[in-house]
């Protein structure tokens, strides 16, 4: 049967063409002013009638509409939609919630690998070094270099991210752990609760953080797990600034045991520039590019059709989080 769709985020004639031509038969409804990184967009009236949203809905307007059936999230991350309330009233409506999560999983699992890499071969450090072949610098870089081969990683918040990059670094034959809420039993290797975090936080060489924004996981990473942590670990967080408590961290590097910190998010961002973080010599950061490729906006509307050919065939959304 034809959808009511409401496409809440901008896009160029390209794109729109793509939409069109894959939803042909559908009605979508553009609104005058959509969403964008910067604003949540104006809601339309006509955004009440429509069954389907792919975006980033306000959720004040999805509590307010008694027609919506399916919420297609536009991003990997959900934090908006992930509440206790949110998650009951959907399901008291029978709406269904997917993210994006596989249109991003290999973007950000590359970034994880590319973090792990460059702390291997101590690439900051030799890229802006000219020290001469057998100087004590040249050395010392030489030195510190620790191939990733036969180390330990615990990964935190085994999603498809995480699943994609355990699959990357199996030709290093690591010793792979996994930290899940709720264990599926497909993971492949072990996977530790709340119960014995600490003790795999206390025996893993490198500590992946893709945890998610929430109420569970503020400030997660707090003083008392980095405490935990094996000395001369490094950590790395592609997942959420806020599930990081920065002070905690700072104090980390400065005193053990981190040997690095690889971050691609931050709270807030960008960080202030007198933040202590910056001042860190063994503290990277990008900002927040991690899930970026060329083409990422056309893979994002592709999955989304992908997703409404199963919702008309009447089979299991991917990436369903509701």
């Known amino acids: 049967m034809p959808h009511k769709i409401y496409i809440d985020f901008a896009l160029n004639p390209e794109l729109l063409d793509r939409l069109q031509k894959g939803t042909t038969g559908h009605e979508l409804v553009i609104p005058a002013k959509p969403a964008s990184v910067l604003s949540l967009g104006e809601i339309e009236p006509a955004f009440y009638d429509c069954d389907i949203v792919f975006g980033?809905?306000?959720?004040?307007?999805?509590?307010?509409?008694?027609?919506?059936?399916?919420?297609?999230?536009?991003?990997?991350?959900?934090?908006?939609?992930?509440?206790?309330a949110?998650?009951?009233?959907?399901?008291e409506r029978g709406v269904q919630v997917s993210n994006s999560a596989h249109v991003y999983n290999e973007?950000?699992?590359?970034?994880?690998?590319?973090?792990?890499?460059?702390?291997?071969?101590?690439?900051?450090?030799?890229?802006?070094?000219?020290?001469?072949?057998?100087?004590?610098?040249w050395l010392?870089?030489?030195?510190?270099?620790?191939?990733?081969?036969?180390?330990?990683?615990?990964?935190?918040?085994?999603?498809?991210i995480g699943r994609r990059l355990a699959e990357l670094l199996a030709p290093f034959d690591m010793q792979l752990t996994a930290y899940r809420r709720s264990p599926r039993g497909d993971e492949g290797m072990p996977v530790v609760s709340e119960s014995n975090l600490h003790e795999a936080l206390a025996a893993?060489?490198?500590?992946?953080?893709?945890?998610?924004?929430?109420?569970?996981?503020?400030?997660?990473?707090?003083a008392e797990r980095f405490a935990q942590l094996k000395p001369g670990s490094v950590f790395y967080n592609i997942g959420r600034g806020t599930t990081v408590d920065q002070d905690a961290l700072?104090?980390?590097?400065?005193?053990?045991?981190?040997?690095?910190?690889?971050?691609?998010?931050?709270?807030?961002?960008?960080l202030p520039d007198e933040h202590a973080l910056w001042q860190q010599p063994n503290c990277f950061i990008t900002p927040h590019t991690a899930g970026g490729f060329s083409g990422e906006t056309t893979a994002c509307i592709d999955h989304f059709l992908k997703n409404l050919?199963?919702?008309?065939?009447?089979?299991p959304l991917d990436n369903r989080v509701i």
Not at 145 to 152: A, D, K, T, Y
Not at 309 to 315: T, V
Request: hydrophobic share 40%; net charge negative; aromatic share 6%.
């Open 107 to 137: 973007a950000c699992a590359d970034h994880a690998l590319s973090f792990m890499l460059a702390q291997s071969r101590q690439l900051p450090q030799a890229l802006a070094s000219r020290a001469p072949n057998g100087s004590e610098e």
């Open 86 to 91: 949110f998650r009951q009233l959907m399901e």
């Open 309 to 315: 050919a199963r919702y008309d065939a009447g089979q």
């Open 56 to 84: 980033q809905p306000q959720t004040d307007a999805v509590e307010k509409s008694a027609s919506l059936k399916w919420i297609q999230v536009s991003s990997s991350g959900i934090t908006r939609y992930d509440t206790p």
């Open 140 to 160: 010392a870089i030489r030195r510190c270099g620790i191939p990733l081969r036969g180390q330990s990683v615990l990964i935190l918040g085994f999603g498809a």
């Open 204 to 222: 893993a060489d490198h500590v992946v953080n893709i945890l998610p924004d929430s109420a569970a996981t503020q400030h997660f990473f707090n």
């Open 250 to 270: 700072v104090h980390a590097l400065q005193n053990g045991p981190l040997r690095e910190a690889w971050l691609d998010v931050t709270d807030p961002e960008p």
